[in-house]
Nanobody
């Protein structure tokens, strides 16, 4: 079964930017359904952004206009560019690939 590993998180000041990446242990050839979730302390995991069929994209209202999901290669299938970060974006971010195991996530902390 394919496993994913997220990377690129870190500590950033409010208003800053980060780009997080997802690496897959197997080759991924379809972006349909791939996306990013996040989970803040004490909260449920929530969908942040994903690809729909035909390459359409969906964003949570809280990140629209600030985050951009993009596709990459078969081994690095999906990225998330996060701009104008806010403290409420602080969470562990998880890459979702249909059929793959969840990874450990990458911590994003937005704080001054």
């Amino acid at each position: 079964q394919v496993q994913v590993v997220e990377s690129g998180g870190g500590l950033v000041q409010p208003g800053g930017s980060l780009r997080i990446s997802c690496a897959a242990s197997g080759s991924i050839f379809s972006i349909d359904g791939m996306g990013w979730y996040r989970q803040a302390p004490g909260k449920q995991r929530e969908l942040v952004a994903r690809f729909g069929s035909g390459g359409n994209t969906y964003y949570a209202d809280s990140v629209k206009g600030r985050f951009t999901i993009s596709s990459g290669s078969a081994k690095n299938p999906v990225f998330l560019q996060m701009n104008s970060l806010k403290p409420e974006d602080t969470a562990v971010y998880y890459c979702y690939v249909p059929g793959a195991l969840w990874g450990q996530g990458t911590q994003v902390t937005v704080s001054s």
